[in-house]
């Protein structure tokens, strides 16, 4: 079992950037993928980035490829996302979520553990 809880959501204006943070509890943080997902209401959940358990290798979606980075510090139990170059259509909810699994997980349902999200609001 593992519990998530995200920070550092905000409101920024167009241009900015933001590092958004997830806690993971437990001992076997370095087991799991990570990944960052958003939703926008009325749409459905949609992957940002994703990590391996090692940090070696990382995913980005099309949209935030260039602007977005995801990293992790297993020693702190903590994955980030620092976000740069932000747009208003980056406005949305942020999710990090778990994967036990092997491997990447790119959807909604290759993970297993979800933190309860923190909002990022970008104004124009």
């Known amino acids: 079992q593992v519990q998530l809880v995200e920070s550092g959501g905000g409101l920024v204006q167009a241009g900015g950037s933001l590092r958004l943070s997830c806690a993971a509890s437990?001992?076997?943080?370095?087991?799991?993928?990570m990944g960052w997902f958003r939703q926008v209401p009325g749409k459905e959940r949609e992957s940002v980035a994703t990590i391996s358990r090692t940090g070696a290798t990382t995913y980005y979606a099309d949209p935030v490829r260039g602007r977005f980075t995801i990293s992790r510090d297993n020693a702190k139990n903590t994955v980030y996302l620092q976000m740069n170059r932000l747009k208003p259509e980056d406005t949305a909810v942020y999710y990090c979520?778990?994967?036990?699994?092997?491997?990447?997980?790119?959807?909604?349902?290759?993970?297993?553990?979800w933190g309860q999200g923190t909002q990022v609001t970008v104004s124009s």
């Open positions: 979520a778990a994967r036990a699994a092997y491997g990447l997980g790119l959807g909604v349902r290759d993970y297993d553990y």
């Open positions: 437990g001992r076997t943080f370095s087991s799991y993928a």
